[in-house]
């Protein structure tokens, strides 16, 4: 049985309050402000407020406002990422779900009867694939038309490039490309002639950047196709990204492609796409780039961090990010 505390006859000392001036709105998510508190990361906070003060960030102007070194400012930078990527990832899987119909067998029927257009769809559809449509693929072509919205000559621009690329219509590559397509408002078939056009053009930078993140350039992984894109669209040349992905094993010990579009994205804000730009803006960098250029594009090897050197803070932080990951994955 534990002893009872005596009373002192004194009264606990009250915590201070604290009051904040007026002054100019900023209004935060309550959401991002939960997983920062539970989060504990003083310096990803830091950033955030940052952020939030001047509605976006120069890296290089928030690590000398905040006093952050380059390495506690990416590190910062990764873990506001992380909070928020999983955030919209989640909530755009549930608004699909939530919202896609579940067409019936009569459904079905009736749409490739009665709708003319659709009808047609189906019948390209079949030509393509060479085989009769079942009724699974029946319902993908539908959700695509009638619910994802892209009409039919952007669907049928869809089946001709999977077929191309791919040898073959799988009903998982028909729907996760016709989601990124509606995504990026490709819905004509005009629209789909174009950035089928754009897309070939890209094909030799973005293997070359697939080959960087140690990617199988036939079927790369979302994840890394996600990658792909940001450096497509931000002008990051194939030896940028096998920098990032050198810097990633250097300070993570192990690939991590969240920690590669940390740094990709940290590198944009600081208005830095080339390696000479890069190395010009961190002369930290300059040791990792010259080591990464003579290996082949993505061949770079991972050199391990050894848990053992890094400084308790380091451990503790990713201590925290593994068990964020963790807690959203469940």
Partial sequence: MR???KSTGKKDKPMTSVLLP???LRVARCDMLDKLIAVGDGDAALLYLYILRHGGTDGSAAARALRLSADRYERAAFTLNNLIAPTEKTKAATDKSAEAPRYTGDELRRARLDDQTFSGLCDAAEGITGRALTEGQLR???TIYDYLGLDAGATIELLSYLKSEKGTVRTTDLRR???QWADMGIVTAQAAQQYLTRRADEKPL??????ALGADTEQPAPKEQRVCRFALAHG??????????HRTGQKQGHKSLDYTLGILRRWDNAGVHTVSEITALEPETRTSAVSAVPAAVGQTPAQPTDSATLAAWEQD???RVRSHRRNTEE
């Fill in 3 to 5: 002893d009872t505390p």
């Fill in 22 to 24: 007026e002054g100019e």
């Fill in 140 to 142: 993908c072509l539908l």
């Fill in 177 to 179: 490309e016709a989601n």
């Fill in 206 to 211: 973005s293997e070359a950047i697939y080959r």
């Fill in 236 to 245: 990051f040349p194939a030896d940028a990204v096998e920098l990032a992905v």
């Fill in 317 to 319: 932080w990713a201590a």
